[in-house]
């Protein structure tokens, strides 16, 4: 197998700073901080050659890393590559602040847990780290790394303080300039091996004083030497130079190589990364491999990319050099020999990376060829934010002369997490005027970001707009906008995204409509969409209480979703949600924990404000006094949020004996009036309780389960507090009727202590569903779990319930439709809270603690 990390030929060993890297690894991390050309490279290459027993995983940053979803994608693959224990690793679609997010770090510390034997993460050049978001996660992870995992920080900028408490808390190993500057004896022995003989002790030190070590100039002094008989002259005509040393030495070197040689070298210095086919194309010659081995067996410049095969590139001060000499010579070459890399990366099918090779070629025309010429696998793999970047490097004036472009940058950036910058720009196009294809899809985009945006009503306006458009003209021309431009996928989404606002409104029976059209439309049939609208309806339905029907669409979802590799798509968010409903609506909120999770990191992930409010009020539900670590999304909350808030606000105050200030007066039922009507009676009114509940009379026949439940139950209270018992009755029976057919015990244990005294009392031995609601009733007071001096989160409430069964993580992530290593994250955290190794002790443990009931130990004998 070819070496990974291969050191070039010249390099000297430097075994003192090898011995200080094996120290380092006994702590959680190492810095390597010096400018360019000091060696830090170099050194790690030779120090991982020096250590066979360890896996080391080494990655190197580029301007592509702007797109968080990008590296993601990168370190998954490369953890992969390295070591089958991160085989289950997903590449999250990012998060709302641009970095990893923490659901990902907590992956990679699992499973750096799970890894036999030591491992090393490389990160060379983090200064070319685009985002600072990204930077903060990796060293979040640095700080929780296990005993056996380190990490090396190469970088030419100091990280500042966010490496200090590594300093404090651990021997950390910090590898500056001045210790890599070379001594009079290691300049000599490169000098040596470069120059092709013997450098005099005078040469040498005049050479390391000029230098002051500093490697990228001794090895610029060494190959000078090579083309020079006269080493003293060079030494004195260098010391007595006032120019930089890089400039004066690669000036001394370019000049001096052979024709042919200088020509590779400018032509070559285009490519940030190169491969023999490549450097094939740039340099017109026959064997591009050859060529590129033979630079690097001369050192000349090029070296192999650590952890890929065959690929090479420059050490970037000399390729900055390099660069600047091609445009001094000739300002046209660059331009010319970067679209001749574009045409070879096109050729080969990477047009990714030939779009970066025109944008910086300027040659915006074909860039942008290329980039409307993308498919909807953008969409699909969450790459829109590098969309928009290509985009943004476009000068706006070239832009808007091709106004599909700057339609679908509108597009991109607003489905990348800029969606007020997106709804500006498509807002502008329509006011500028544009032709009618380019109109409908800006305008199936502005109803489209009702999840990003506020004011649903607004969006819900657009939906309308477009369908009457599609209807006047179905055969209108549309620019196809990474293939989703299709008048089919256009009324589909249009119809999606109706749908949605009238959820956000509160529409329920409106928003319906819409969704059960959309998930029947032609266009429905795409995947992505399709996820989208079946996890809408089944939020919709599991809010409205028809939860059997909520469970079938969220599965259905879901599904898709597991079948066409878009789980880890934003797609899933509302079916995940819909799964929390569910399980807040069947009276056990912890077991909707793990979907919630789920949900939010979604729509936090491209900035669905609306949605995320949803969620966020939905966790006020699972967890009535606080959403954990959740902040509020940021934005104004959508009606159907804010409603949810209030309910919980209200009944929180009434539970608490407070029901004050009243709730304000409702035209319409909803779970508002029912708090209403509650603060009424938890207060005595039961004649004010009585007026309100006929003025606010529901129509059973076509009500959701959820209000028909609500009301009969207030209805019952009111009654018992007039002293008609026999109707109180009568009223709790229709509840419980309706409330058994979907499992509905939400409504129960949220009309309180009052309510639940009357199920109770209820002549007659309690039936199934009346048992399950005063059991569920008496699980919410807080108990065992409050024993430990670090509570289980919802989530791992929800998981510790699937200790006791056989179920594999395998199973258990196949049953949640999440990642295994997602399913190992949390069974690992509640090992550590239970202060257990493995399942069984877990279980064990949990019995005692009574987390679980004693029957746990009979499912899972080994609990004994």
């Known amino acids: 197998m070819p070496d990974s990390h291969p050191a070039p030929p010249h390099a000297v060993d430097r075994p003192a700073l090898r011995r200080r890297l094996d120290v380092g690894v006994r702590s959680p991390l190492t810095l390597l901080v010096a400018p360019a050309g000091a060696g830090k490279t170099v050194l790690l290459a030779q120090w991982v050659k020096s250590r066979p027993d360890l896996t080391v995983a080494w990655f190197h940053f580029t301007a592509a890393d702007a797109d968080p979803a990008h590296f993601a994608e990168r370190l ?141 100039g001794v090895q610029l002094a060494g190959l000078s030497l090579r083309f020079r008989s006269d080493a003293v002259a060079l030494a004195d005509a260098f010391r007595d130079s006032d120019r930089l040393v890089v400039d004066y030495l690669s000036e001394e070197v370019l000049d001096a190589l052979p024709g042919e040689r200088r020509r590779a070298l400018l032509c070559l210095s285009v490519a940030d990364e190169l491969t023999g086919p490549l450097a094939q194309a740039l340099c017109d010659v026959e064997d591009g491999e050859a060529l590129l081995q033979s630079l690097v067996r ?339 909350p959508v009606p159907m949020a804010r409603a949810i808030i209030d309910v919980v606000r209200y009944r929180l105050a009434r539970e608490a004996g407070d029901p004050s200030p009243a709730v304000p007066p409702q035209r319409t039922w909803s779970s508002l009036a029912f708090e209403e009507i509650a603060s009424l009676l938890a207060r005595g009114h039961g004649a004010a309780a009585a007026a309100r509940l006929d003025e606010l009379a529901i129509d059973v026949a076509t009500a959701d389960p959820t209000t028909i439940v609500e009301y009969a139950l207030c209805s019952a209270w009111a009654a018992a507090l007039g002293g008609r018992m026999p109707l109180a009755q009568a009223h709790l029976r229709a509840a419980l009727a309706v409330g058994e057919r979907e499992g509905l015990t939400h409504g129960f244990l949220r009309a309180g202590d009052e309510v639940l005294a009357l199920v109770a009392a209820l002549p007659g031995e309690p039936g199934g569903f009346r048992r399950q609601i005063l059991e569920r009733a008496r699980r919410r007071v807080p108990s065992a779990d409050d024993a430990l001096v670090e509570p289980l989160t919802s989530r791992e409430q929800e998981l510790l319930a699937y200790l006791p069964t056989r179920l594999t993580n395998v199973e258990l992530a196949q049953r949640c439709y999440v990642s295994v290593n997602t399913i190992k994250t949390h069974v690992s955290h509640i090992y550590r809270k239970l202060g257990v190794q493995g399942r069984s002790a877990a279980v064990a443990r949990a019995v005692e603690l009574g987390l679980l009931p004693e029957t746990a130990i009979e499912l899972h004998p080994t609990a004994r």
């Open 298 to 636: 001369e050192s000349l410049f090029i070296v192999p990319v650590a952890e890929t095969v065959g690929a090479y590139r420059f050490h970037h001060l000399i390729r900055d050099v390099l660069r600047y000499r091609l445009r001094a010579e000739d300002p046209g070459a660059e331009a010319v020999l970067l679209t001749i890399a574009a045409d070879w990366f096109v050729g080969v099918g990477d047009a990714a990376s030939a779009i970066e090779m025109l944008l910086r070629a300027r040659a915006w025309d074909r860039a942008l060829a290329l980039i409307l010429g993308r498919g909807r696998d953008v969409y699909e793999r969450g790459q829109t934010a590098t969309v928009a970047r290509w985009l943004s490097t476009v000068p706006s004036d070239v832009r808007r002369r091709h106004a599909h472009a700057e339609a679908l940058y509108a597009v991109n950036l607003g489905m990348s997490g800029s969606a007020a910058e997106g709804e500006a720009l498509a807002r502008g196009l329509l006011l500028d005027g544009v032709e009618p294809g380019v109109e409908l899809v800006l305008r199936t985009f502005l109803a489209g970001a009702v999840q990003f945006r506020p004011h649903p009503e607004g969006h819900l306006a657009e939906a309308r707009w477009v369908l009457t458009a599609l209807d006047a003209d179905p055969d209108i021309e549309t620019p196809s906008l990474m293939g989703l431009g299709h008048p089919t996928l256009l009324r589909t989404l249009a119809l999606l995204s109706g749908g949605r606002a009238l959820f956000f409104l509160g529409r329920i029976s409106d928003a319906r409509g819409w969704l059960q059209r959309a998930t029947t439309s032609p266009g429905g049939r795409y995947p992505p969409y399709r996820i989208h609208a079946l996890g809408s309806l089944a939020l919709l339905e599991a809010i409205a209480g028809h939860l059997r029907v909520a469970g079938e669409l969220a599965a259905e979802a879901l599904g898709l979703a597991a079948d066409t590799d878009l789980l880890a798509h934003p797609a899933p968010a509302d079916a995940f949600l819909a799964r929390a409903v569910v399980a807040v609506q069947r009276g056990e909120p912890d077991r909707g924990a793990l979907a919630w999770e789920e949900a939010m990191r979604r729509a936090e992930a491209n900035r669905r404000d609306s949605l995320a409010w949803v969620g966020y009020a939905v966790g006020r539900l699972i967890d009535l006094t606080s959403v954990g670590e959740r902040v509020e999304p940021e934005g104004i």
């Open 76 to 216: 998954v693959a490369g953890l992969e590559a390295r070591h089958p224990a991160f085989a289950d690793l997903d590449a999250p679609p990012g998060e709302a602040r641009g970095g990893l997010g923490a659901a990902l770090v907590d992956s990679l510390v699992v499973a750096l847990s799970e890894h036999d034997g030591e491992i090393v993460l490389v990160f060379d050049d983090f200064h070319l780290l685009p985002r600072r978001e990204i930077a903060d996660d990796l060293w979040r992870l640095a700080a929780r790394l296990p005993p056996h995992a380190h990490m090396i920080v190469s970088s030419r900028v100091d990280p500042g303080q966010r490496w200090s408490a590594h300093r404090l808390a651990h021997a950390l190993v910090e590898i500056r300039q001045g210790d890599l500057a070379f001594d009079d004896d290691e300049t000599s022995r490169v000098l040596g091996a470069l120059a092709g003989g013997g450098v005099s002790d005078a040469v040498s030190r005049a050479i390391r004083e000029r230098t002051e070590g500093w490697a990228a």
